[in-house]
Nanobody, 127 residues
Framework: QVRLVESGGGSVQAGGSLRLSCQAS????????MGWFRQFPGKEREVVAT????????YYGDSVKGRFTISQDTADFTVKLQMNSLKAEDSAMYYC????????????????????WGQGIPVNVTS
């Protein structure tokens, strides 16, 4: 069993930066893909950024390209999301996700790919 614990987040003014971190534990050897999704109230979850473990080409959702950066540490199965130039419309609940299935899907942008979800962490950007 894999468990994901998110940290970071909080409230920031528009134009500011925040960094989210996610620590995986348990059967981490089964993880092949990790990343972040977000969900706005009353909306479907949408991909923010995902990266294959050991991969070099992350995937980013269109709305965050050029502003957010995902990084990973394969030694301890952590992923971080550096969020710069934040906008009010980035305010959402952010979830760390992991895929423990077969992997290999591209683009890795569908919520259904990810079997493991963290509890979620709120990000609030004030204008």
């Amino acid at each position: 069993q894999v468990r994901l614990v998110e940290s970071g987040g909080g409230s920031v003014q528009a134009g500011g930066s925040l960094r989210l971190s996610c620590q995986a534990s348990g059967n981490t050897g089964s993880i092949n893909l990790m990343g972040w999704f977000r969900q706005f109230p009353g909306k479907e979850r949408e991909v923010v950024a995902t990266v294959y473990v050991g991969g070099v080409s992350p995937y980013y959702g269109d709305s965050v390209k050029g502003r957010f950066t995902i990084s990973q540490d394969t030694a301890d199965f952590t992923v971080k999301l550096q969020m710069n130039s934040l906008k009010a419309e980035d305010s959402a609940m952010y979830y760390c996700v992991a895929d423990v299935g077969e992997g290999g899907t591209w683009p890795p942008d569908q919520a259904e790919l990810f079997e493991i979800w963290g509890q979620g962490i709120p990000v609030n950007v004030t204008s």
